[in-house]
């Protein structure tokens, strides 16, 4: 007889976008996971967290399905003591914001959860290497939300690469198009738009790329030089006679990054889905209108507080001699990431949705076509991987099989640690080299 599968409970640290984003994923497929806990300070997104997983679990057949909402991740620890093998579920998933990942990983591991925790690891090399030796410590299954990974279409390229055709791996060029309205959105206005209270750029947004790269090559990055600043979403910018706010500004129906334009569009068209869900609880155009009016999302771009970087490429030098190079640019389409791959026997063209490969062996050219999974943002599964890398850990839980987990500790601490050299290339201009640990 085949044993049947066990079903994994989860707890929620941080039901923002990210956490309601796998939250749904759970009450999607009940004969897999259920959701037991959710820990966030707001009570309107913890509520609507525990209000779909109650509903999922009862259309499951449970009678009176209980979630624990709770305030924050203390709270979470404090009510593992109260069970038996000290914790309330068999995995927890932090998705808080940037700077709040540390503190939960190290106090939450030894307590025998599963973790998976939201990119990036920590804002500094330390904290890094912190969450790093807690999870190693407690010898439990970790994993990080390197969502690149589990695209389908990271498996095509892969697989091309793992098959030889391509030769050895010379030269990779990489291109992320994060677009002009995205970047407007959350690294101008939204809550990574500072240093400060977030990370750099490259961090929060293209760690993702500098681990693919780790990943589809199989070839760590050792050394890096790297250039970038805030050249256009700045005060010097700002057009003659432009307004502190959208609402009240002249120039609004004609500038690319109204606030209005934005999110009433995406409101009337798609209903309040990101990035509407992001700027206010309610869902209605005058609830949007009265947080464009008194909140960070109304703001000019060029009058906000931001600092993090509007473009900025990375050169990386790869174990064996190898060389890859990065761009991220705001002043683009919000589109999949643009590859091309340079090997000793041929060449990949990738869109990220197909490939390209020319052998020079014969002169042949394959396409291949890993097909549409939807787009790359995070209303629509960043092209599959959202809901990968969420198959992929509760499988590894439910079997106990880490094998199913792409991006473990030790890897996702060397794409870390390269984006933190090429910080230091920026800010010092010189070249850095990247340690292994």
């Given at each position: 007889m085949t044993p049947t599968p066990q079903v994994v409970t989860v707890a929620l640290v941080g039901a923002g976008n990210r956490g309601q984003t796998y939250a749904r994923w759970i009450a999607?497929?009940?004969?897999?996971?259920?959701?037991?806990?959710?820990?966030?300070?707001?009570?309107?997104?913890?509520?609507?967290?525990?209000?779909?997983?109650?509903?999922?679990?009862?259309?499951?057949?449970?009678?009176?399905?209980?979630?624990?909402?709770?305030?924050?991740?203390?709270?979470?620890?404090?009510?593992?003591?109260?069970?038996?093998?000290?914790?309330?579920?068999?995995?927890?998933?932090?998705?808080?914001?940037?700077?709040?990942?540390?503190?939960?990983?190290?106090?939450?591991?030894?307590?025998?959860?599963?973790?998976?925790?939201?990119?990036?690891?920590?804002?500094?090399?330390?904290?890094c290497r912190a969450v790093v030796d807690a999870v190693e410590a407690a010898g439990t299954l970790f994993g990080v939300c390197h969502v690149m990974r589990y695209m389908p279409y990271t498996d095509l390229v892969k697989s091309v690469v793992d098959s030889g055709v391509l030769g050895e791996i010379v030269n990779v060029q990489h291109l992320e198009p994060v677009g002009w309205w995205h970047d407007a959105h959350s690294y101008v206005r939204g809550p990574w738009r500072t240093e400060r209270t977030s990370s750099p750029m490259l961090l929060a947004k293209s760690s993702h790329d500098l681990d693919w790269i780790r990943y589809v090559t199989g070839k760590r990055i050792t050394s890096v030089a790297s250039f970038g600043s805030l050249k256009h979403f700045r005060p010097e910018e700002r057009p003659e006679g432009a307004a502190d706010r959208c609402l009240d500004c002249p120039l609004e129906p004609t500038c690319p990054y109204s606030a209005p334009r934005l999110y009433l569009t995406t409101l009337r068209e798609q209903g309040p889905i990101w990035p509407v869900s992001v700027i206010t609880d309610a869902t209605d155009e005058a609830g949007v209108l009265d947080a464009l009016r008194t909140g960070d999302y109304g703001r000019c771009v060029y009058a906000s507080d931001n600092d993090v970087v509007d473009h900025q490429v990375v050169a990386m030098e790869l174990d064996g001699g190898s060389a890859a190079t990065f761009t991220m640019t705001a002043f683009s389409e919000q589109d999949h990431r643009k590859t091309q791959i340079f090997g000793t026997h041929g060449c990949l063209d990738g869109d990220g949705e197909k490939v390209r490969v020319t052998d020079f062996r014969d002169g042949s050219v394959t396409v291949h076509d890993g097909g549409h999974h939807g787009a790359t943002n995070a209303a629509d599964d960043h092209g599959g991987g959202d809901s990968g890398v969420m198959d992929a850990f509760v499988r590894a839980v439910a079997t106990g099989d880490p094998s199913h987990v792409r991006s473990g500790a030790v890897e996702s601490l060397q794409s870390h640690l390269a984006v933190f050299a090429a910080e230091e290339s920026r800010h010092h201009r010189t070249v850095v080299d990247v340690p292994a640990r």
């Open positions: 999607a497929h009940p004969d897999r996971a259920r959701l037991v806990a959710v820990a966030d300070p707001r009570p309107h997104q913890r509520g609507l967290v525990a209000a779909q997983a109650r509903e999922s679990r009862a259309g499951a057949g449970e009678t009176t399905p209980e979630v624990l909402e709770l305030e924050g991740w203390r709270d979470l620890v404090a009510a593992g003591t109260d069970h038996a093998d000290g914790r309330v579920a068999d995995m927890v998933i932090v998705a808080t914001q940037d700077r709040e990942h540390r503190d939960p990983v190290v106090a939450l591991a030894p307590q025998g959860y599963a973790v998976l925790v939201e990119k990036p690891l920590a804002p500094s090399p330390e904290e």
